[in-house]
Every structure is written in C-alpha cells, then in structure tokens.
C-alpha cells in the first residue's frame, strides 16, 4: 500500500491528508444513512493540482495495488464516492477552473473540479445556456459527467451525455486520453468518450470536459398544474408529448412532499388547491410563442380535470418553482431510508405508480412518489420505519421486480454506486455484467480504480 | 474454415449462396471505385431470419474460426462492408419487420434490416417523426446504428446516437444481448448500448433497434440563400446559431456541385443567382413561428451580402431541395476517387475550408467541399485526376493534417470503415487504439467478426 510520503512527493507536503477527523467530510457522500457504505478505516486523502500528478499518483497505485477512490462533488446518492476499501481518496476539487466558453463553437472547457453551479454561471454571464438541470448545483462537472446525470431539464434536451463533446482522462495505467473535442460529430472508432459517461469512476479519473451549451432561450414559463388526483395528472403527460409542444420539463409532485421542501427552504409552494402537481417548464424564441404553448399545454390539462393552472412568467417565480422543487430530496432525507430511481417506458409510468401504491399498501406504509414525468423516471421513497422493521430490501425488491416486469431499470439517473449491487440479480443479464467486467480489465488490469464500485 | 452444408442446416438451403455471379451486389458497397476495398475469393453469402440463427451461424464460425463480415443496406462508403477476407458474408436483410410504431411512448421498434425510407414511412404514417436523414433511404435501420450516421439535419437534433433507446444485437461468442430498452433515461452500469454505436460490425451483429420518435413538427419552412463567395456564406452560420434560431439543418453547397445532381435528377436548382448557397431548415410550432424564424435569419444573411433569399414553404418545394442536397454525393461519383468526411470545430469551417482551397491550388486541381456547416463536417471531394497522377493519397493526407491541426477528426459521420485506417497514424492517439482492440477481444475473442474493419 502507499504512504504518505510517496503522495506527497508527487502533490506537495499541504495536500495529503492521513488524520481522520480532517477528511471526514471526504469517507460519505449524500446517500441515505440508512443504506450508505462505511468507508474503510485506512485511507488517505489526496489532492492533485493536474492531471500529470493523477497520472504520477495511478501509475504509483498500480505498483503498490492500491485501491484508488474517486471523489468528485460528493453529492451521488448511491454511495459510489465512498472509500469501501483501505487505500487513497482523490479528490479532483483542485481542477477548478473554467478554461474557456467559447461563444464562436457554442461550447465551455472545465477541469473536472468545477462546481456545476460555477460553470452555470460562467455559461450565462456569457450570454449562453446549459440545458441540464441535475439537482445538486455543488456537484462537480467530473461527477457530472462519471454519472451520467440526469435531473429535471431532460424532457426537452436529454440528459448530461448529450452534451458531452470531450473528455480527458486518466486511465489507471497512466496515460492521459483526449477523447472527442470541440467537435459535434466525431466517428472516428470505438466511442471510448460514450463509454466514459457513466463509468462512475472505474475506468480512469475525468480531468477535463467540454460541454456544448446552446444559445440562451428568448422567453419561458412554468406552469403548474393541480389536480385532485396522481392518475389525472400522469394521463395527461403523454398527450402533452404527442402535441407538438416539447417542454423542457415535465415534473411530477405531490403536495405532502412538496410543501415539506417549501417549508424547509422558507418559501411558499404557489399552488393552493389541489394535491397532485405537474410543473410544465415551456421555452420559446418569443413570448408569444411561449404563452402559444401554454394555451395549448391548458386546454389538454383542463381535458383532464386538472382543478387549477398557474402561469408563472416572470424569471424569479419561475427559479422559485425550480428550487424548491430540486431540494425535495434534500428535505425529506432525514426520514428516509431509501430514493429509489426507477425507469419505465414513459407511458407506463401510470401503472408503475399504481404498483407501489399496492405495495405500500400491502406493507402498511406509505411511499412519497415523485419523479420526472416524461421520462418515465421515479423516485419512490422508502421511508425510515421499512428499515427499522427490517422490511426495507423486501419492499425494495418488490418495486424493482415491478419495474423490470414493465421493460424498466432499476436506476435511470442516480447509477448503480454501491448501493444497487445487491440487487442486480434481479436486472435480465444475458452475457452484459461479463462483457462489461471485461472491459473493466482492459481499462484497469489490476482492478486500482473504484474497485467495488458500479462493476461488482 | 465453414462450409455452405454447415450453413444450410442452420438457415435452409435458399438462403446460402456460393456462386459468385449470385452475389456480386453483396461485395461492394458505395466507396469510390479508385479507392474501394477488393473482395476476397472465397465467399459465401448467407441470408439467416432471426437473431437465434444468427447466433447459431456466429457460434459454428467462432468453433471454425471463419471471417464473418456483415452486411446493411450496403449504402457506406467506406468499405466497411466488403469482404476483404475469405469467409461469410452475413446479410440481415431478411430481418425487415417494423415491429411496432409506439405512439405512447413516442418510439419505433425495427428489425435491423428494414430498409430507413420504409421506416420513415410507417413513422409518417403513424403521425409522427424521426429527426435524423442520413442521405440514403435503401440504408438499413441497423447499419445506421453500426455507423452512427448523421446527415443534414444534426443541427438540431444530433446524429442518429442520440435517437438510439435499445438495441438487441448477436455477439460472437453467440449471446444475443438486449440493451436498453424503451428508456429514456438508462444508467444501468457501463453503457454497452452507447459502445455498440459506431462500432461498424464489429462487436456484434446488430439484430433489432428501439429509436426515439418526435412528434411532428406543425410547421416548416427552407430557405437557399445565394451569395457570391463562399466565406461570406459560411460567417453567416456561427451567427445565426448564437441568435437563437436552432435549424433543424444548416447546408453549404456550392453551384458547381449542385447543379450537377440537380441535372441528374432530371430538376432545377431554385436559386438563379451567386455561386454559394446556405440552405437553412426550420421547424416550428406553428406557421407564424418559422416565419418569424425565417425573417430573423434572413436579416442575419443579408447583413452579410447574401445576393439572394429563397424561402421555399410548400412541403413538394422543401422536399425537392433536400432531394437535390441529398443526391450530391451519387451525381459527383463517377469521377469521384475518394469523398473525405473531416470534421473541425465548427467555428473553424470557414479556415479549414481555406486550406483545401490552398491545398487544391497547390496541387494544380478542384476540390469540391460541401458539407453541414453548422456541424463542422465538410465532405472535400478529391477527383480521378489524383488517382491517376499517383497523388491522390498525398493530397488526402495534408488535408487531414490540417484538419487535425485545428482540433479535427479524420470521419465526422462516415466511419473509420477499411479505407481510412491507413492514415491513422496521423491522429494523436494516446493509447486510445490499443484500448479499443482491448475491447474487440472482450467481445470477440478469436476475431472472427468483421476483421480488419475499423479496429485495424
């Protein structure tokens, strides 16, 4: 195993750290404490200035077998940023600066290191736009990237990997790889930049991306819809869809869920009457055409019993709606034990919720459901009381079989970290966890990087 | 190696053929003849229904150990389906079942050799629309994943990647894998969906696709907008893509060239005047939104001397002109030794476009260029003269140089296939081959799939 010393001689004295009570912050990351792996006893932190050093730090831990562990943001909620095994924690936060956004080829260049919430900043002051909407703005564009991420803004213009024109990266044996560019086609053989996004960490160390950015919409809204009932509310969404109209979001709540998030963040949830919420996102290259859609998003809504319809136009009300909806998870992760992440044909999203509700009926509880509703993304929450009365796997594996039964996943956005391994067996396999530890191998021959972690 | 009675017990005996008259078709593909890949001798072309004979065919030549080489629609051009070595041909043609056009969940379910113009059809049919248009209508549904085409209309949408949601594909070993699913979010592990993309044949045969549909756009509109010289034309575009404006595609062609397949066709080319056109494609929600989309880009081309402004609203009219684009590269082909597919940033087209023009003159020849302006790939034609002044390679090679220089890759759209592997030398690499033949082994352990294609 490394040492200290061996660290240091590549970073500098200031950045290892090996007493615990300093990197505390650095063994968790946002997953439930219920279902949150405990880091092992024996790690050391390190944090390298570049990706030479993360080169000089692999090819170390390959001679030594030292498992290496990824750190990004640390707010991935399936426990893949944990230290499982005695060895070093390295963390990009030092790769923080924005190199460039580039207005001529629509595009921004970051190091892996900057805060999502940064790089959004940097993107509009210059006049320009990032589609994706991953809840967590202290999140990392590395993390963004290892993960896939999904979040709110998917509906219109897909998830993180649809944005993603280059990645660099450390691979465990050492080298540096430039994947893609500043480029919006590229064939040029095997897509290794495709098979990056969502490796999670285990097949090198993300030091750089570039993301295309689009040009800032003229005008939006946000609508949200009340109804009395889930199943009013979810019917309409694919009618929505099949109209023409293409929101940038299509969000689905409930209102004992969402007022909790509100209350927390100390705003008002703008809807009184009403228990079962969408919340339309519309943009548009005018006004007219944006309050166009909204007419026509209202007519279908009213179709179907929707009991109110609030238009927000103006920029704050509608950044209100936005965040308290991204911090619902934060408000209820006190008292839960479990976010599940399940993924269904977006139509079949109406009977996946009728499934839980059976099951959270047949298990006496009650599962708060809330999701990305054109997606067919949910997050049913498995409350506190399933662990303290040691049912939470069996509700768990009752939901997952559910899912796979309608041709879903059983993560859509949220990966398989640490947390879903367990349950993989469930997931139809054929040949694929073999064909995928195998190119683990090619990657990483001595198994150094995340080990544990997304790959069995 | 295998026989054709081994085949014939798998497949029956119509479907195995062994004369070589009988399958002239099936050893060529679109490449240029000057630089089109010979076929070997020795081939048996065989026809199975199903991936399970599909399996069966891969599981004899893995115990065989014979070259399986397989076949789309035959439309590439880049030899990446000639038989370059003594084996099988495997053509999946007889898998030409739309399955199932799901206007639900907005998707479209393909056998993989349902021929792209038939599934554009029932998409219609169906009231819907799939964004992509790769030029060739006889390309096979399961080609364009294993090529990952793009074609003109990218700008808005992105190439066919993006609109993949499954993919049930034989690998050699003989499992038949099904990855993804009618998902729009997916982050089950490493993305082995994504990996098969562009992937030309050579980690599997693909068997059946699962893409995404849109619902059809209420209204569009093309505009050809005439300049007198190139580079006026093509500082137009960066101009209008940070206006806002998203076109469904943005073309550059010039008179030279299109006039040619317009004649072919037996049509006339709309504009009378300049000598450069930017064809530009909206879409929109309504009749009065591509208006004032059309108003806006054109006051954008006039400010930079456009001589003309076309706008071609009748859907007869779009279709011509995009018939007419489409064609380019079938009318130019007689005297065409080799069709590059370079692509830089795409604020760099107009610089890189300077450099073929340089290069030409220094060479003593025309270079035709076309291409997707706002994607950055531009199609520069290199003529017979070349070939038969034994320059032909020469010239090629200090375009691509160029083309590296400014961040480029040597295929945007058109693939590694057989014909450019010889010039991989010239693009930085890293260990980016080797990992990619690391990869092929995982599949393809005895290399019996399309050897030599793409991955060297």
């Known amino acids: 195993m490394i040492n200290a010393q061996q660290l240091q001689e590549i970073v500098g004295e200031d950045w290892v750290i090996t007493k615990r009570e300093q990197m505390e912050s650095y063994?968790?990351?946002?997953?439930?404490?219920?279902?949150?792996?405990?880091?092992?006893?024996?790690?050391?932190?390190?944090?390298?200035?570049?990706?030479?050093?993360?080169?000089?730090?692999?090819?170390?831990?390959?001679?030594?077998?030292?498992p290496v562990f990824v750190r990004g943001g640390g707010t991935g909620i399936c426990g893949g940023a944990v230290p499982i095994r005695d060895g070093i924690v390295l963390s990009t936060e030092r790769l923080d600066r924005i190199e460039e956004v580039d207005r001529a080829n629509l595009m921004v260049v970051a190091q892996a290191g900057v805060a999502f919430g940064a790089m959004l900043k940097a993107v509009e002051d210059a006049g320009l736009f990032f589609p994706p909407h991953p809840?967590?703005?202290?999140?990392?564009?590395?993390?963004?990237?290892?993960?896939?991420?999904?979040?709110?803004?998917?509906?219109?213009?897909?998830?993180?990997?649809?944005?993603?024109?280059?990645?660099?990266?450390?691979?465990?044996?050492?080298?540096?790889?430039?994947?893609?560019?500043?480029?919006?086609?590229?064939?040029?053989?095997?897509?290794?930049?495709?098979?990056?996004?969502?490796?999670?960490?285990?097949?090198?160390?993300?030091?750089?991306?570039?993301?295309?950015?689009?040009?800032?919409?003229?005008?939006?809204?946000?609508?949200?819809?009340?109804?009395?009932?889930?199943?009013?509310?979810?019917?309409?969404?694919?009618?929505?869809?099949?109209?023409?109209?293409?929101?940038?979001?299509?969000?689905?709540?409930?209102?004992?869920?969402?007022?909790?998030?509100?209350?927390?963040?100390?705003?008002?949830?703008?809807?009184?009457?009403?228990?079962?919420?969408?919340?339309?996102?519309?943009t548009g290259d005018s006004e007219d055409e944006v309050y166009a859609q909204g007419e026509r998003v209202s007519n279908i809504c009213e179709k179907h019993q929707a009991v109110d319809i609030l238009i927000a136009e103006r920029k704050e009300e509608q950044a209100d709606i936005l965040k308290i909806r991204s911090e619902v998870y934060s408000s209820l992760k006190d008292n839960v034990a479990d976010v599940l992440d399940i993924t269904v044909p977006p139509a079949s999203i109406g009977v996946m919720m009728d499934k839980v509700d059976t099951i959270a009926q047949r298990f006496d509880t009650t599962i708060p459901t809330y999701g990305h509703a054109a997606d067919g993304n949910l997050h049913p929450h498995l409350m506190r009381d399933l662990h303290e009365r040691g049912i939470l796997r069996q509700v768990k594996r009752e939901i997952y079989q559910e899912a796979i039964k309608l041709g879903g996943v059983i993560t859509g956005e949220h990966g398989l970290g640490v947390v879903r391994l367990p349950d993989l067996d469930l997931c139809p396999d054929g040949k694929t966890w073999e064909l995928m530890r195998g190119i683990k191998r090619v990657f990483d021959p001595n198994n150094i990087l995340s080990p544990g972690i997304g790959l069995l």
């Open 27 to 66: 063994l968790v990351d946002e997953t439930a404490v219920a279902i949150r792996p405990k880091p092992a006893d024996n790690v050391i932190l390190v944090k390298p200035a570049s990706a030479e050093e993360i080169s000089e730090i692999l090819k170390l831990a390959n001679r030594e077998l030292t």
């Open 135 to 282: 809840g967590a703005e202290n999140a990392h564009v590395g993390g963004l990237v290892a993960c896939n991420a999904g979040g709110v803004r998917a509906v219109k213009y897909g998830v993180i990997r649809n944005f993603v024109r280059g990645l660099e990266a450390v691979i465990p044996t050492g080298e540096i790889l430039m994947m893609g560019g500043k480029l919006l086609k590229n064939n040029q053989g095997l897509d290794l930049m495709h098979l990056f996004i969502n490796s999670g960490g285990t097949l090198g160390v993300i030091t750089k991306v570039i993301f295309r950015l689009c040009p800032k919409f003229i005008s939006s809204g946000t609508l949200v819809i009340s109804y009395d009932n889930r199943h009013e509310a979810i019917d309409t969404v694919p009618e929505i869809l099949q109209s023409g109209i293409t929101p940038l979001a299509i969000e689905y709540v409930e209102r004992n869920v969402i007022e909790i998030s509100a209350r927390r963040l100390g705003m008002r949830w703008p809807a009184a009457k009403g228990q079962a919420f969408l919340i339309v996102m519309l």
